[in-house]
């Protein structure tokens, strides 16, 4: 089954909106994000937070 271009815009930003619908709703635990681990998985991240672009790891996450 193929949809249209609207018809595929509207499933993603269903799909987009329901996902933080449920970011906000969920209750994540943010103590035990590990920064240098996470900066270690994504280190073109590093230079974007250097630059100002993003603030933190977390923050990308």
């Known amino acids: ?3 249209d271009f609207l018809g595929n815009c509207a499933v993603k930003y269903f799909a987009r909106s ?3 619908f449920l970011l ?3 209750k ?3 103590d035990i994000f590990d ?3 996470y900066l270690s998985q ?3 991240l590093k230079p974007a937070i250097d630059a100002g672009i993003v603030k933190s790891g977390r923050e990308h996450f």
Do not use: G
């Open 42 to 44: 994504y280190p073109w």
């Open 24 to 26: 906000k709703k969920a």
């Open 18 to 20: 329901h996902f933080t």
């Open 28 to 30: 994540i635990n943010y």
């Open 1 to 3: 089954m193929t949809f």
């Open 35 to 37: 920064e240098q681990y």
